[in-house]
């Protein structure tokens, strides 16, 4: 729903329209109905949420519990109120290493490669990360072991240890990680354009170096685990083949001694605000495409405006049928892939992101062409069509995202963890099902300025087809890795 579609797809479908002849162009008549068009869809079904029982243990500890007894399995997933927003200052890298190690590195009651032995024996899972404002502990096993597991689980959360060799083999990735992000370009534009619509020292947009790598110990690990993971700072569901009262009975005797001392620490959210709009560029020799991206700070998932803004997104930059996809690759045969989206943020503000890639000859053609399209969404309704194309896009969409436990119960917990109403889903289905061609006008107006946009474009503009500086005044960003600083000498 929130993400831009798949280039590979868009690729893979473009090739194949290539591919096929054309046909020679009929006579003007007046078009004839076609069948298809006679046809008329249905409502969709009510999608049906599972009955959630929410209990919360003496230890503060919240559970939402969902029985599911399609398959003999029991499935896990616990979220912590920290993550990368939670980071220390000059810590700049801590909750990765953290979401790494937290596995590999062990817990007080078995070893790291014990656990992966134990997991492989019976076909079952435990895994943790970090996310911007959480951290994760998930599992899953079969009903016939799940006393082996799910202490293991409870033990990644609560008690791991993060031995030394497996924080100097999470550095090691991470040092390896650094020195590689120049091999991909989108994975450079992105990192760049972040830091440009956010930041460069936003949490939602900072970059990790040698250096920072280097300041960290399995003593940061250690700290940040006590200060936040705490019970009553933490979002347990579990799902699957069993009964709620033996569950919660057995999840409070499993968690029993995981108490929370003292006040939970506060987390302040950091400030998003408006960067200046800008224009630039990143020099990438060996690249035989220029990587385009545009945009500008965006919304919260929760913001009213959302549902027109979404459908909006979708109408100029969302799959084949979009104005930007329709103007750059199928009128004037730029780019194999070209599109936007406007991505939310659960408790900040997210993104619009519009891009596109062409030879390096067709660079300011194709950047204009996108430009222009993103101006006129602001200057006249959209149509009929679009608007029935693009709901139906987002509720054929929305069926698909609650066609499994496994979505509904991620879904109910992140609406949990932000405080976001339990039937979210069904208001926003709701809200976008009113949207009128008045509404994307007016949204488009209010939220998408073009002359705040950030332009950043990635290649080798010697080939350019036209300066860059036809836009505005360029900026050029250097994305020289920085060298770790030599280890002091030894005494003698």
Known sequence: MMTPRSALTAAALALLALATPALAEPPATAAKPRAVDRLVYPKLHEIKTPTVARETLPNGLRLLLVEDHDLPQVCFAAAVRGGVV????????????????????????????????????LGAEVDAGVEEAYGFVGGKTLVENLDKVLPVFAQVLTSP??????????????RSAIARRNDDVMGIASREFQKLVYGARSPYARQIEHQDVEGLTREDLAAFHKAYYRPDATILAVWGDFKTAGMKAKLAQTFADWQATGPAPAITLPVVAPQPPSLDYIEKKDIEQTYILAGQLGLRLDDPD?????IMSDILGGGFASRIFQ??????????????????????????????????????????AMLEEIKKIREAPVTDDELARAKDMYLNGYAFENDSTLKIVGRLMLYEFYGYPTDFNVRLRDGVE?????????????????????ILAVGRQEQFDKPLSTFGKVTTIDITIPEPNPAPAARP
């Open 327 to 368: 103007k750059v690759r199928t009128e004037k045969g730029l780019a194999y892939m070209a599109g936007g989206v406007m991505a939310a943020g659960w408790d900040h503000r997210g993104a619009f992101y519009f891009y596109t890639s062409t030879k390096p000859s067709t660079t300011t053609e194709a950047l204009a």
């Open 434 to 454: 009113r949207v009128t061609k008045d509404d994307v006008l007016r949204v488009a107006r209010k939220h998408l300025i073009p002359d705040a946009l950030t």
């Open 161 to 174: 240890v993060f031995a030394q060799d497996k924080v100097d083999l999470g550095k090691t990735h991470m």
């Open 306 to 310: 959302y549902p027109a803004i979404h």
């Open 86 to 121: 939670a980071e220390p200052t000059g810590k700049t890298g801590l909750a990765g290493l953290f979401g790494e190690v937290q596995r590999t590195g062990g817990t007080t009651a078995m070893a790291g490669d014990a656990i992966d032995t134990l997991l492989d024996e």
